[in-house]
T-cell receptor
């Protein structure tokens, strides 16, 4: 049973545009929701994370929106750049173990 | 801060041999470390959770006698793939709980294992 559903599987965005990746979870015990960025052949890097006591968190061009009642959260990348081209994973946890989404491959084209 | 290293980054070994992968937290102490396996274009699959000084907890379907995990100190965990076979070829990634809170996990750069 996949507890974190991530969409879309792939995304192509023009340079300067907004990239939006969505995740939905089922387990109401989850209370920490990080996003990871992974480049080919590298380990995932923690990008930004949110806890359910806030509805939005912004760090630079990256924003997480969180909807507790809908059990959904999303990553917005503003002013997307070719250097943002990578695979993005959402995750969720209520303990030490992370449950990952299946990933979204983002391609930002000039 | 919160840097995790892995060694080696790439390793090629012959079928039947054993390979050891090291995972180190460089600037923090990690009471819990995790080992993941990642297939091409797939998400991360948790293999085991290791706590310093105690036996690792393996996920269902992961052979504990094949994937030996040792977490001897607060900064070092090792994964040994014993009697490796070509199907063990994969990208192995470790992570460690970070500084700010118990949930933050910081990942190593990964180790590409190829078994010939």
């Amino acid at each position: 049973q996949q507890q974190v559903k991530q969409s879309p599987q792939s995304l192509i965005v023009q340079k300067g545009g907004i990239s939006i990746i969505n995740c939905a979870y089922e387990n109401t015990a989850f209370d920490y929701f990080p996003w990871y960025q992974q480049f080919p052949g590298k380990g995932p890097a923690l990008l930004i994370a949110i806890r359910p006591d806030v509805s939005e968190k912004k760090e630079g061009r990256f924003t997480i929106s969180f909807n507790k009642s809908a059990k959904q959260f999303s990553l917005h990348i503003m002013d997307s750049q070719p250097g943002d081209s990578a695979t993005y994973f959402c995750a969720a946890t209520g303990s030490y173990q992370l449950t990952f989404g299946k990933g979204t491959k983002l391609s930002v084209i000039p | 801060g919160a840097v995790v290293s892995q060694h080696p980054s790439r390793v090629i070994c012959k079928s039947g041999t054993s390979v050891k992968i090291e995972c180190r937290s460089l600037d923090f102490q990690a009471t819990t470390m995790f080992w993941y396996r990642q297939f091409p274009k797939k998400s991360l699959m948790l293999m085991a959770t290791s706590n310093e000084g105690s036996k690792a907890t393996y996920e269902q379907g992961v052979e504990k006698d094949k994937f030996l995990i040792n977490h001897a100190s607060l900064t070092l965990s090792t994964l040994t793939v014993t009697s490796a076979h070509p199907e063990d070829s994969s990208f192995y990634i470790c992570s460690a709980n970070g500084l700010a809170g118990k949930y933050e996990q910081y990942f190593g750069p990964g180790t590409r294992l190829t078994v010939t």
